[in-house]
């Protein structure tokens, strides 16, 4: 019998990213030419912009691979079905979301009159989606069914609800992608393995491959343990040839349910753990003070000369939790105001990626012409107002007038940003280089620029679906220093990472700092894991036989 699911169940290090490869490698030798005759592609799902470019760049960016993000590659499926998103969204998903919020609405408290205002407009949605001439995805966060915008957790049920109602649907994707590997599968939606899952059922449709490892889940609510069918196959991988022996004995003595072995060339290596005590939190949620924050940054230095580390070239520097990078490096307010009471989780993702829809005019834009500036490079400044400026849009604004009056507006643009750029908000900065036709803003960016910032005190029960208003009237008031620092970060110009920021990366020399204080997390502690007596434990028998 054919297997038609399998999940590869890979422990940390030991190159799952790699098995994933060679798989796409073989599929290509083997049945490359056929399925470029048939024009099938091999889809390869991920969770970051960052993973998917990863994996691009090792098949060679052969389009024979259709590698992109969960939310993209869902909406690429359904995005011309328009007539189904519509009977989908009116006869399943919108009354879902009404039923949901039904359960809120008793009562007089603000939650519940919050909730019948929800409803009205869903149920105001439900009653006019018709009106509706076209559907689309929208990658900022906003959800508003009356003029057709979706947003990231719309994508996932709508699709999800799609492929399981519409067997048609299901032979188109099946016979267009043959093979669907899911990258990080443990980070996989339930109901999209659901619907993976029967996709894969019926004969002649494709097989699915779930590639993760569940002790290394991120998300919450997610899928965690990837199991397929009660016939699908599972695959544990216990070769690691990229580890060193003694990180493998350390892996093997926390997680003795995969144990890990060693290839033929691993080198030794070494494994030290030093001790640090750690202050007790005084600020935020039981974490550090800035003051505090310092100190233990300083420790961070101490280890490094510790271990004689405090000169060399190439040591990757990990942290559990980004706000330690971020005020290190420079970026800790606008770090905080993106993870902080103003950003849905949506939001937060995004600025983890650096693709928040703010964020990319400067990332992409104005801080590589402030740059290039700087250094006096024309030929840099050029190009990225070629590629990203109306300015020298060939078909834009610009199309009818001379190259000497274009040169001379783009001379305009960049001495104004320039001029601006020490003193004023961020605000004051995109509007002016909105108005030199320096960047091309977002449907979203232009109207939170445009309205009337927010008077009222937030309140997370009346205003919580709003909160994205508050979030931008407080960033348009922040100077553009600490953006700098910011995008050094998520271009990997530092030495500094948190351990989910470098998976499937692999380094020579390593530190990672375990900080319960500053990471907050309730669901583990490594103190309690590792040196379970520093917080006044007594170590498991477990624990104890690990140690031996």
Not at 254 to 260: A, H, K, S
Not at 488 to 502: A, E, M, N, W
């Amino acid at each position: 019998m054919c297997i038609k699911i399998f999940a590869v169940v890979a422990g940390a290090g030991s190159g799952k990213t790699g098995s994933l490869i060679k798989a796409l490698e073989y599929i290509r030798c083997k049945y490359g030419k056929s399925l470029r005759a048939a024009n099938q592609q091999i889809a390869c799902i991920t969770y970051t912009n960052v993973a998917v470019e990863n994996i691009k760049r090792r098949t060679n960016l052969d389009d024979l691979f259709a590698v992109s993000t969960i939310h993209g590659f869902l909406w690429s499926l359904v995005e011309n079905y328009q007539s189904d998103i519509c009977n989908t969204l009116k006869n399943e998903l919108i009354p879902k979301r009404i039923s949901k919020k039904q359960a809120d609405t008793k009562g007089n408290s603000q939650k519940a009159k919050q909730a019948r205002e929800q409803v009205a407009k869903l149920e105001h949605d439900l009653n006019h989606i018709h009106l509706v001439s076209k559907f689309n995805y929208d990658d900022s966060g906003r959800r508003d069914y009356s003029t057709g915008s979706l947003n990231h957790d719309d994508i996932v049920d709508l699709v999800s609800m799609m492929i399981l109602r519409l067997p048609n649907l299901q032979k188109i994707i099946g016979q267009k992608f043959p093979y669907i590997f899911i990258d990080e599968s443990q980070d996989t939606f339930g109901n999209i393995m659901e619907a993976l899952n029967q996709i894969a059922s019926e004969e002649g449709l494709p097989i699915i491959g779930y590639f993760g490892d569940p002790m290394q889940q991120i998300y919450e609510k997610r899928a965690g343990q990837f199991n397929g069918p009660s016939d699908y196959k599972l695959i544990k991988k216990t070769e690691n040839y990229r580890c060193s022996t003694e990180v493998i004995k350390l892996l093997n003595a926390i997680r003795p349910d995969l144990q890990q072995m060693p290839g033929t060339s691993n080198v030794t290596g070494s494994v030290e753990i030093r001790l640090i005590q750690a202050e007790s939190g005084n600020g935020n949620r039981n974490t550090y003070t800035d003051d505090q924050l310092s100190n233990a940054l300083k420790q961070f230095d101490m280890a490094l000369v510790h271990f004689q580390w405090e000169n060399a070239d190439g040591i990757k520097q990990l942290f559990l939790t980004r706000q330690m990078i971020a005020h290190r490096l420079g970026f800790s307010k606008l770090n905080q105001l993106f993870t902080g009471n103003y950003a849905s989780q949506t939001v937060e993702d995004s600025f983890k990626e650096g693709e928040h829809f703010a964020l990319k005019p400067f990332i992409d834009v104005l801080i590589p012409l402030i740059e290039a500036h700087r250094i006096d490079d024309h030929a840099a400044i050029i190009q990225v107002m070629r590629e990203h400026s109306p300015l020298l849009d060939p078909e834009g604004v610009s199309k009818d007038l001379t190259i000497k009056t274009v040169t001379e507006k783009a001379q305009t643009a960049i001495k104004a940003l320039v001029a601006i750029w020490p003193n004023e908000t961020i605000k004051e900065i995109l509007n002016v280089a909105n108005q030199h036709g320096l960047v091309r803003l977002s449907e979203t960016l232009a109207e939170h620029l445009q309205r009337e910032p927010r008077s009222e005190v937030y309140d997370d029960v009346e205003h919580g679906l709003e909160k994205g208003d508050w979030l931008m009237d407080e960033f348009f008031k922040h100077k553009a220093n600490e953006l700098v620092a910011y995008r050094k970060f998520i271009l990997d110009l530092t030495p500094y990472s948190t351990q989910h920021g470098v998976k499937g990366d692999e380094f020579k020399k390593v530190l990672v700092v375990f900080d319960d204080t500053e990471a907050n997390w309730h669901n583990y502690s490594f103190s309690k894991l590792l040196t379970p007596r520093t917080v006044g434990k007594e170590p498991t028998e477990g624990q104890k036989q690990k140690k031996s």
